[in-house]
């Protein structure tokens, strides 16, 4: 019965994880069948084209990088570690090198306690040469890890343990006084284990590091695969699940080059030269950063990051060992959305701290994978809160077509994400990783942009409170702190600006110039003298050729004054184009779709609209379109042609019908293009600049508008 009660639950499991694992293929299906519903030109035009090109090619790098690192990873997890293995599972365990294992626990509960050294006793039994183990701990603790490891190894015949007293410092002293210790044994050990009091190591996970140490002479430091359990909160453990997957991956991917970023203090080995050096305790003690802005400050946390600097800066390899498996223990008690933030600020900030002044070591010594790996943390964090950045604009500015592509694209995407982090891990993958990833990430990149402004404030909720600030008192203070957050909002505000000019709803260079070209023809200009265009024989909705009434009255205007013609709304028949010669002319409708210029005949070829001085004249001036429907039914010419005009702006137009083109600019001059609307079926681009350029010194375009294209 328990055969198969315990078969009935693997079955169980493994359907489990297979729903699970349609289940985000299915959200990701989702979002792929949003962005091809969304695929339509018109569509994404409303979304603004030079957005979509910009954050396609954002994507493109960084998915580009991120399937670099997962082929790194895979040829190192399947190709090159397993022949790793094999080297190291044929040397004799008589010639694998000795290993003494410092541990700081500090008041610690019990029964993780018992878990922790009862796994290190065990380990130490399969070990041909004695295991050298200093506990820096309490008073209390002391008596009960002699008791749990003589529960293992009564003789304590294959440990030897060093008790040594924890005078509540700090971890970094503790693990300093611990190496110190080591270093006076009679016999020492050929490598040193720096591990946390709360790290559960599973079996095999001394026997099958050591190899790797003979086998590699230039080999300093290794650390392995974890995994986590959470007691208090099950989110919280699903969170770690991601984490230690994508940490997972990228280890193996820098482990390819004999480099790693991080030397974990749950547990990790070194060399003894290098580990027993007293400058390698010296600076795990009291490792500093000198900042320009907050001055030297002392690191509080952060011990691992400190280890692995020392080998870096000397010159060591690092490698990953990921068939070795390590359990850490996260007990969460209360608010657990700040425990997370707390925790991250640590980890970031630890990262930011240490990853600056290993970039200065330059590629040469880092190696060039992984000083890029360090360049990329550096950037990653920005590119990281594009998307969410978008969809926010896009959402404030009513662009449900921008929104919706953004969001398609990261239901697309971020499954797959997940399923490629999580391939072959223990933990069963579940829907809610998804918003969990996103969160996770965003929140991620924001904390570390508000790190990188403060790396001087430090805090360990989980390690007694402890909290440290270079900040000083009184005006030193507050112009340190004044100073970062001036730097922090003028980073994201330079940030939201440029996004605001990615899809096109900021053009500062054009704006500018607009501004100052208004403010220098406000202080002169006069009003418009209005004319109806109802008073001189224009009626709409009454299937009358409109056009001699109107190219009458554009014909006849005074020469003199500014002059806005106001059309009535309804439809007017054109039966031929119509043109205006006039400088300091408004031509101005009720609306899109309310009043409409219809051409219905246009054998010619011409422009329904063409605005152009008369042959040798002087370029026009002042010249503005609004608030029109444009409608042809000939495929020939375009519905409005601009030429040799400056100062011109086209606002509120919507074209309709068939052509080449539905607008044309040539030889014109801070033109102004706002809320254009192309609901036709042209051959070619809707907007053709003519010896112009939309991005020249001396055209002014804003693209205002959702719908409006460019060049």
Known sequence: MQVQSLESKKFQK???????FFCLLFISALGLCGLYLLRDPNRIQQAGLWAIISAGTLGTWRWSWFGL????SRLYAYWVFPKWRRRANRIDQQEVPSIGIVVPTYREELWITERVFSAIAREAQTLSKPLTLVAVT?????????????????????????????????????????????????LIPDIVCLMDGDAVI?????????????????????????????????????????????????????????????LTGRYSLY??????????????????????????????????????YWLLKAGYDMIYVPDVMV????TVKGNVPMRMYQNMRRWFGNMLRNGSRAMALGPIRVGWYPWYCLLDQRISFWTGMVTPTLMLIYLLRGNWTGFALTLSWVTFTRPLGILINQW?????????????????????????????????????????NQSRSAAGTGPKRWLKQGTSRFLLAAQGFTFVISLLCLVGYLSPHTDIQAWWWRQQHQAVEQPAEILQAVNYGVKPDDNVDDAPALQQLLDNLPSQGKIQINLPPGELILSKSLL????????????????????????????????????????????????????????????????????TWLNNLQFRGSGMHALILKDVKNTRLEYLAFDGQFTQSPVAWQNTTPNSKDSIVSSRSPNLPSE
């Open 14 to 20: 493994r359907l489990q994880q297979w729903l699970n």
């Open 69 to 72: 690192q997962v082929l790194r």
């Open 138 to 186: 309490t008073a209390e603790e002391i008596v009960s890890i002699e008791a749990i490891l003589r529960s293992v190894d009564p003789e304590l015949r294959m440990i030897n343990y060093i008790p040594l007293l924890d005078g509540g410092t700090g971890k970094r002293t503790a693990l300093a006084n611990g190496l110190r210790r080591l270093a006076t044994v009679p």
């Open 202 to 262: 599973f079996e095999g996970a001394v026997r099958k590091c050591l190899p790797f140490f003979k086998m590699f002479p230039k080999l300093g430091g290794l650390t392995t695969n974890e995994k986590a359990t959470v007691i208090g909160s099950k989110f919280f453990g699903d969170w770690l699940d991601l984490r230690f997957a994508q940490r997972h991956l990228y280890m193996c991917s820098h482990s390819l080059s004999r480099k790693i970023l991080c």
């Open 271 to 308: 060399r003894s030269e290098a580990a027993l050096d007293p400058s390698f305790a010296n600076l795990l003690e009291n490792d500093t950063l000198q900042d320009w802005l907050w001055g030297e400050f002392k690191f509080l946390s952060g011990d691992d990051k400190s280890t692995w």
């Open 327 to 330: 359990e850490t223990i996260e």
């Open 424 to 464: 072959q891990r223990e933990e069963t993958l579940k829907p809610i990783h998804v918003l969990q990833d996103v969160m996770a990430q965003w929140s991620s990149s924001l904390i570390k942009i508000y790190t990188q402004m403060n790396l001087a404030q430090q805090k360990w909720s989980n390690r007694g």
């Open 580 to 647: 205006l010669r006039r400088s300091h002319t408004t031509l101005k409708g009720q609306g899109q779709s309310r009043s409409i210029l219809h051409l219905v005949s246009n054998e010619a070829g011409d422009a329904m609209l063409t605005v152009a001085p008369r042959d040798g004249a002087q370029p026009l001036a002042d010249i503005k379109v609004s608030s029109l429907t444009l409608l042809q039914d000939s495929a020939k010419g375009a519905s409005l042609v601009v030429r040799n005009a400056d100062q």
